[in-house]
């Protein structure tokens, strides 16, 4: 089955850029969608086809994938973003396809 | 708005059954493929079922295979888990959600709030 590596944690001052990572085996060949999930609530999708953002996503949230590593890029960090973060995937390597998630990443705002 | 609201989860001992449902509503239903994704306490999330919107295609992770069974009733906005057999590692809480197929790769666009299964002696 196809596997998602996050690093677990990420920290980063206010106003600075965060970039949490998104390993697999050729994921620059997927489409890349990251959500975003504060405690005691539902994830949020945050960014969606690797790149695009849902309507009401501020544009400090962007994309990119290629090879095998997908990014979230966070700028201008606000105390706000700290949460937990999840990429997923569609894989269709089995016999059937299978919704794929990253292991998360804690975002702490220092 | 688009709202999914989940409901049915609670207590119940390793062995038996519990069924889950999430009602929809602001957006036409019967046009979306639905999931149902779980996330253990303080863990991360994992798919469990996905449901095309007719209903024709159902898809299971392997962990849940031939345990639950997924269903939709578009004349009532509604998406069902039937959940057997339970075991102590199904304790989750239980999210259904809407995957938008429009874009490449049918994202998860709504989630509901959760409803949470314990399973326990």
């Known amino acids: 089955s196809y596997v998602l590596t996050q690093p677990p944690s990420v920290s980063v001052a206010p106003g600075q850029t965060a970039r949490i990572t998104c390993g697999g085996n050729?994921?620059?060949?997927?489409?890349v969608h990251w959500y975003q999930q504060k405690p005691g609530q539902a994830p949020v999708l945050v960014v969606y086809?690797?790149?695009d953002r849902p309507s009401g996503i501020p544009e400090r949230f962007s994309g990119s994938n290629s090879g095998n590593t997908a990014t979230l890029t966070i700028s201008r960090v606000e105390a706000g973003d700290e949460a937990d973060y999840y990429c997923?995937?569609?894989?269709?390597?089995?016999?059937?396809?299978?919704?794929?998630f990253g292991g998360g990443t804690k975002l702490t705002v220092l | 708005e688009v709202q999914l609201v989940e409901s049915g989860g609670g207590l119940v001992q390793p062995g038996g059954s519990l069924r889950l449902s999430c009602a929809a509503s602001?957006?036409?239903?019967?046009?979306?493929?639905m999931n149902w994704v779980r996330q253990a306490p303080g863990k991360g999330l994992e798919w469990v079922s996905y449901?095309?919107?007719?209903?024709?295609?159902?898809y299971y992770a392997d962990s849940v295979k031939g345990r639950f069974t997924i269903s939709r009733d578009n004349a009532k906005n509604s998406l069902y888990l039937q959940m057997n057999s339970l075991r102590a590692e199904d304790t989750a809480v239980y999210y259904c959600?809407?995957?938008?197929?429009?874009?490449?790769?049918?994202?998860?666009?709504?989630w509901g709030q959760g409803t949470l299964v314990t399973v326990s002696s």
């Open positions: 959600a809407r995957a938008d197929c429009s874009s490449t790769s049918c994202p998860l666009d709504y």
């Open positions: 602001g957006f036409t239903f019967s046009s979306y493929e």
């Open positions: 997923q995937v569609w894989d269709s390597s089995s016999d059937h396809p299978d919704v794929v």
């Open positions: 449901i095309s919107s007719s209903g024709s295609t159902i």
């Open positions: 086809d690797d790149s």
């Open positions: 050729n994921i620059g060949s997927k489409s």
